[in-house]
Structures are given as C-alpha cells and as structure tokens.
C-alpha cells in the first residue's frame, strides 16, 4: 500500500511540473517526491518488477529507431565510436585519481564510484560489492546531475519520436511477435544475469528488437506515450528511493568529492564531443550526449522527447553498456575459477 501510494504522489508531483512547462517534468518531479518521502519517513518502495520494466520498455523503444540502420551507418560511426572508448578511459582514470590521490579514498571504492555504468547495473553492482555509503553518494550526484543537466539543456518537444505515438491497432500477428520479443528479451537477460551481467535486460532489448526491425517484424508497431511516461516515473522513484540509504551527513561528508569527480566526467565528455565534432564534422551536442557517463535511462529518455538524433547517441551507449556490463561478468567468472 505503501508503495501504490508513492507512485501515485510521484506521478501526481511530475504531471503537475509537466503542465507546469518544466522540462522532462515528470521525470524531475517523481525523483524530487521520493526523494523527500524516503529521506523523511525511512521508506523505500518495493519495484520487484520495476526495473525489469523500465529496461524492456525502453530497450524496445530504443531498438525501434534502428529502422534505419544499415553497414553505412555503422562504418560512419566507428570513428566516434574510436572516441568514446577513449574517453571512457579518460573518464575513469582522471576521476578515479582525483577520489584517490586527493579526496584519499581506498582504490576500490574509488574505482566503484567512477564505474560509468547504466542506472541498473550500477545498482546491481554496488549491492554484490557491498560498496560503502560514499560510493553511492557518488553515483546519486551522477546520475541527478546528468538528469537535471540533459533535462534544461534539452527543451522537451511536443513532437514525439518515430518509436513513439498513437498506437496502431493490434493485430494478432503484431502481438505473437510482441509477446515473442518481450519473451525472448526475458529469456536472454535472465541466461546474462545468471553469468554475472549486471541488468543485462535493456541490452537484450535493443538488440533483439533491432533484430526484429530487419527482419520485417513490428514494422508498423509504435510504442505508446503510456508506456514511456511511466517509465519516467519508475525510474524518478528508483533514483529518488535511493536517498533512504543515504544520511545527510554522509551526504555533506562525501558530496564535494562527488561534485568533483562528476564534475570532471563531464567536462572530459565535453571536451572529446567538440574535438570530436570538428574532427568528424558531426554535432557537438548529440556527441556531448552520446559520450555522457552513464544514465542511459534518462537520456534515452531525454532523447525521445528532445528531437535529437537518437540511433546516433544511443548506439554509443550500447557499446558503453556492452564493454562496462560485461566488464563485471568477466570479474565474476575470475573469482568463481579461483575459488574453484
């Protein structure tokens, strides 16, 4: 009851910054109601399926814009793509060093705090580590910074996406094949969990609804508003649920060095966009967004209703997600065979 009645104040506080005019307003409004419910009263509510939700939904949608996806698309990305894995490097090494040599964290810890991973496998990461209350101040002072900051440089649009829109009527076989996708989306993101891939269900998505695309499947399938809409919500409540973990003296202690570490991701995505946007001759902005640490849900998000190019950034993020997510995996596998 509990948790019905936070997604409900969630959802009542982001329509009304909705119609407001506030930017993403649904989005920033279910994050800021959570975040006061749980840091006052304690409480964080329970999404069992939750997550798992806000992955397919957005998976899906992701993987519908790859309608257009060819060979020639792909090889006009590499070179940028060549730049967001130097700049994941950057990333982490420049943030790390800071938490290590000047706030005098642990190596461990530091290198927790910088993992630039979607919200769900940062989640997930953290709790298998059992990474200490610094660590997710971090991640929080991440993720709502590349929410509030992607949200006011990013004016919403009235004018959705072409994964987005009215929903056409459903035919029986446009169901089989939705109930197929999300099945083998199911399917495929348990067999990842089950080998140590941290929320592997938005990978499964995209990739096997790309798939579906070129093959002549769900053609004329659009997601609805709905749908999307209340992923914003669920996800607002995820990050805003967090701040019930986290004191506020835990948050004075730690959050400068967070401010800093963020800080200086961010500032290092910028700088690689605009020597990567004169280098390639692409937009600084859609690169800015595409080389961002972290925070696929919100940019996915952001883009959709933003008018932005969305393959384009997206694809960035899913080779993100693919290097980092199995990354953990692999660490994983290693302790199994020593412990073996």
Known sequence: MKTILCLLIATGAGTVLAFAGVPHGLLLGSILATAVIASNFHFAPTLRFGLGYLQVVLGIATGLMFESWDNETMVAMLPSLAFLLLCLMTQITVAAFWLVQISGWNLKDSLLAVYPGALAAVFDLLESERASGK???VHLIRLLSITLLVSFCIPGQTEVSVALGERSPLTMSTLLSLLSLITLCILFGRFLLSVGVPAPFMLTAIII???YIKMGYL?????????V??????L?????????DISLTELVRHGWAGLIS?????????????????????????????????AIETIAIVAFSGGLNVVFILS???VRMIVLHFAPAMIVQARRRREN
Do not use: C, E, N
């Not at 809409?229 to 669920?234: E, G, L, M, Y």
């Not at 607002?236 to 019930?244: A, D, I």
């Not at 500032?267 to 080389?291: E, H, K, N, Q, T």
């Open 219 to 227: 053609q004329a399938f659009r997601m609805p508003q709905w749908s």
């Open 236 to 244: 607002g409540v995820l990050v805003g649920s967090k701040f019930k």
């Open 135 to 137: 660590v997710m101040v």
């Open 316 to 318: 960035h993020h899913l």
């Open 229 to 234: 809409d209340s992923a914003a919500v669920i």
């Open 209 to 211: 609804t790309g798939v």
């Open 262 to 294: 963020v800080a200086l991701m961010l500032l290092i995505a910028a700088v690689f966009a605009v020597v990567a946007g004169r280098v390639l001759g692409s937009d600084p902005l859609s690169l800015w967004m595409a080389y961002l640490p972290g």
